[in-house]
């Protein structure tokens, strides 16, 4: 079978370049950045000074720069040339992130990431309240007795569906799995049930499921968090994944 071809993300690059030459053979430098999609970066005694993205590189590098606020703050600079420029804004959001270069004052920001900031902190007191409470275990009656309510009242709990609390109204939900698109209903008790649209057996529509991962496992045939798996219409036309209902 033939392999299929890469598309690489850099084309071509151009790298340690002192000022001098670069103001020498603009017409050369020019010539190799004419309409190109590119990150460029500018450097002061060897130390990152400025990372910038544009899709103009001739009148990025060769105008503003000789000219603006960064002019008398660099003695060379690279330039990596990209095929596209669709992922230009994350790549330069990476970047500032992780440098943090001196000469870039604009806060760095990815589009569409989750920050998971919110999700480990809850993680890691969830962890922490499970080690206190084995650590302060006692077998007194009392606290047998606590335990025990505290066991009905997790059955109790997990007989009512997950999405529950985060469920006001019906809505639908699909999940892609495989080239294949599985629709299905979230009811108002939180409850799923898949649709007779899209590639769901007359099987699966016989079921009703009370959890995310119980309706993406019943497709997968493995264990699967179905909060990372379905996604829901947060708006028209943006579909983000289940797991965003719990953040609100």
Known sequence: MRKSRSINLVSQYLENISREVFEKYQDTIRKYVRGRHGVYALYRKNKLYYVGLTSNLRSRLLRHHLRDRHTEAWDSFSVYLTVGGEHLHEL?????????????????????ADD??????????????????????????KKKALATKGIRAKKTKEKQSTLAPFVSRRFHIHFRYKGRLYVAHVRKDGTIKFAACGANTKKLREKVFKSPSLAARAITKHGIDGWYAWKYERAPGDWVFLNELRKK
């Open 92 to 112: 330069e959001a990476l970047v500032l992130r992780i440098v943090k270069p001196k000469g870039n004052r604009q806060v760095s920001k990815f589009s569409k």
């Open 116 to 141: 998971l900031r919110k999700i480990f902190r809850h993680d890691i007191a969830k962890t922490n309240a499970l080690s206190i409470e084995q650590l302060f275990c006692s077998d007194s009656p």
